[in-house]
């Protein structure tokens, strides 16, 4: 159909609109970490790196981002290799019990963060998980395997299971068949479920703020407690930090699942 | 490459196998025996079970019961990928993230065949379906020809004694099918291994096949060669699936040397008669029938009277669908020299007694055909 010139203008506007209003607060953020004074006082002044300086030498600061990096390593194998497991077994159940497990594997992306984190709270004091690297990868991955599950599910589901036939009448075992044939083929499902899991632990907030003690904090942890107690610019430097490492990752599993679904049409 | 390769296949024996999914029996009895080196062709309808006995072959299915050799050893419990037999499927199955070399090359590296061996075989496939050319390419840069060739490759290049083929020209077009056709044949000479080919196209069959099986509700009606089934069809589903053909029904009055029938009141007969109990159907070929204008004299022969409801012109001569008095339609195919006829126009049918197959009446023949 074709499309009025004005009709065409106010579609245009009204998605620039919606555009910027999405985008917005996370580039506030940018200029901000290049302020000169100590305030996140908005438009900033002046220009300055110190508070990327800050980052990298107070010990507040790395030590929180060090343990962020070292839970969400440790998720995202995790998550990755349970969730590439559970969407094997889902794939090649039959459909109705599977369909009841996927949607009850999936709850972690439904049900509200702040009941979760009640929850795992709640155990976790009985456990003595509060403030442990084990608390933490157990929690996150909980939040990141429904990501591992979709991708992985929805590479199985283009996958082409004759292939695996054909690799039996060449002489292939069922072993040597998943390593040779079905694992290169759903490959790129994995590593995009990988990267959203990674990405889920590393800025996961709601959970980890219930089950953080001093002796533990991620980073987003870090950022929240320095942002309530004073106005330190080092949180917009983190937030760029954090933004731009974040897009890269995402955008890589996009990039991952988008170029599947091409190759397989 | 042997030109005329040594008889290396293996011998097939099915004996009394069934398959049964809860009640439905997609086996139901099949036995059958395949030479060494032999094209056998399973052939059927939909839903017959020519893939079932073809996948109990490959090891895909498990046999509810009954047994199978092949190369005189039972292989039921035996898994697919032990059993060295060579499969090409409908849908080509080549793995698309190697390339067509590796795809080869994939049946060597398993059985741990060396480099240097391993690639001269997989030139030597490759060379034998034609694709020489192509080691490099990846399946996507491929037609669909050249997958199913290539597939061919893959198959074959390992040596198994049998080769398995379901439907594999099943998804290309007429003329590309037809090439190939001759190609499986050729390359079938030059390996001499046993083929089996599964097909539910009776003129791929007569072009491939040493002998044919023809299936039917999950049983074997007739094997035999493609002469033996057009000629001498045991049951009418074969004589109706092999080629074209016309079936008269009607009443039937059978004496000590023949058989009349009598249709909507004209009456044919057939120096034979049919043993047992069943119903008479007679069946004749297309090229037995003769077309005429009615009218003249014509002592001695069956005649029945009709009109054309359908004229094809074929190049090499016409074909007519003519509808009987009784509802019924007869197939009759005239050389290009003979009268031709319009639509519409009355029309006599002769044939002689002699020239008509007397089968036992199964109306589950029709049913299942169409």
Not at chain 1, 35 to 44: G, I, R, V
Not at chain 1, 138 to 151: C, G, N, Q
Not at chain 1, 183 to 194: A, Y
Request: with cysteine; net charge positive.
């Amino acid at each position: 159909m074709e499309m009025k010139p004005l009709t065409r203008v106010i579609l245009g506007l009204v998605c620039l609109l919606v555009a910027i209003w999405l985008v917005a607060p996370t580039l506030v953020v940018v200029p901000m970490s290049f302020n000169e004074n100590k305030s996140l006082a908005f438009p900033p002044q002046g220009f300055s790196w110190q508070w990327y300086q800050n980052f990298a030498t107070n010990p507040e600061w790395s030590t929180s981002f060090l343990n962020s990096l070292k839970v969400a390593s440790l998720v995202a194998v995790l998550a990755t290799v349970l969730g590439t497991l559970a969407a094997f077994g889902l794939d090649r159940m039959k459909a109705r019990p599977a369909n009841l497990l996927r949607m009850l594997m999936l709850t972690p992306m439904v049900v509200p963060g702040v009941v979760l984190a009640i929850g795992i709270y709640a155990v976790y004091l009985d456990a003595q998980l509060v403030g442990t690297l084990t608390g933490f990868v157990l929690a996150h991955t909980i939040l990141a395997l429904p990501f591992v599950l979709i991708a992985v599910s929805a590479n199985l589901e283009v996958f082409d299971r004759r292939l695996e036939t054909a690799a039996a009448s060449l002489g292939a075992g069922a072993l040597t068949t998943f390593r040779t044939v079905t694992l290169p083929l759903i490959l790129p499902g994995i590593l995009s479920g990988l990267l959203f899991a990674f990405a889920t632990s590393f800025d996961e907030i709601v959970v980890s703020l219930f089950i953080t003690n001093p002796y533990l904090k991620t980073l987003p942890v870090q950022i929240f407690s320095s942002i309530t107690r004073d106005a330190d610019p080092t949180v917009a430097a983190v937030g760029t930090i954090l933004l731009c490492a974040t897009t890269i990752l995402i955008g890589g599993g996009m990039l991952l699942l988008g170029r599947e679904r091409k190759g397989r049409l | 490459m042997n030109p005329r390769a040594e008889n290396r296949g293996a011998a097939i024996d099915l004996d009394t196998v069934s398959k049964a999914y809860g009640s439905f029996k997609a086996l139901d009895g099949v036995s059958l025996r395949i030479e060494p080196g032999e094209f056998m062709t399973l052939l059927g309808p939909s839903g017959s079970g020519k893939t079932t006995t073809l996948n109990v072959i490959a090891g895909f299915t498990d046999v509810t019961s009954g047994q199978l050799l092949v190369g005189g050893k039972s292989v039921v419990g035996v898994p697919a990928h032990k059993r060295n037999i060579g499969v090409v499927f409908q849908h080509y199955a080549l793995f698309p993230h190697m390339t067509v070399g590796r795809n080869v090359a994939y049946p060597l590296t398993l059985r741990g065949i060396a480099q240097e061996e391993r690639k001269k075989r997989v030139a030597k496939a490759l060379d034998m379906v034609k694709m020489g050319d192509f080691a490099h390419r990846y399946p996507s840069e491929l037609s669909g020809g050249q997958q199913q060739r290539v597939a061919l490759a893959r198959s074959i290049v390992f040596d198994p004694p049998l080769l398995l083929m379901d439907e594999p020209l099943g998804a290309l077009d007429k003329k590309l099918r037809e090439w190939l056709q001759l190609e499986i044949k050729r390359i079938h000479r030059e390996l001499g291994t046993t083929f089996v080919y599964v097909t539910h196209d009776q003129e791929e069959a007569l072009v491939l096949s040493d002998r044919i099986a023809v299936f039917n509700r999950g049983r074997i009606e007739q094997v035999g060669t493609g002469r033996q089934l057009y000629d001498q069809p045991a049951t009418l589903f074969v004589g109706r699936f092999i080629g074209d053909s016309t079936v008269l029904r009607g009443e039937v009055k059978s004496d000590g040397t023949g058989t009349a029938l009598t249709i909507a009141g004209e009456t044919v007969s057939a120096p034979r008669r049919l043993a047992g109990e069943a119903n008479a159907v007679m069946l004749l070929r297309p090229e037995k029938l003769v077309i005429r204008r009615p009218g003249r004299d014509a002592a001695g022969t069956n005649r029945l009277s009709g009109t054309i409801a359908e004229a094809i012109y074929l190049g090499s001569g016409s074909k007519y669908e003519v509808k009987l008095a009784d509802g019924s339609t007869a197939i009759v195919r005239s050389p290009l020299a003979g009268e031709s006829f319009s639509l519409g126009e009355k029309v006599e049918l002769c044939f002689d007694g002699a020239d008509a197959k007397l089968l036992p009446d199964d109306s589950t023949a029709d049913t299942t055909l169409t």
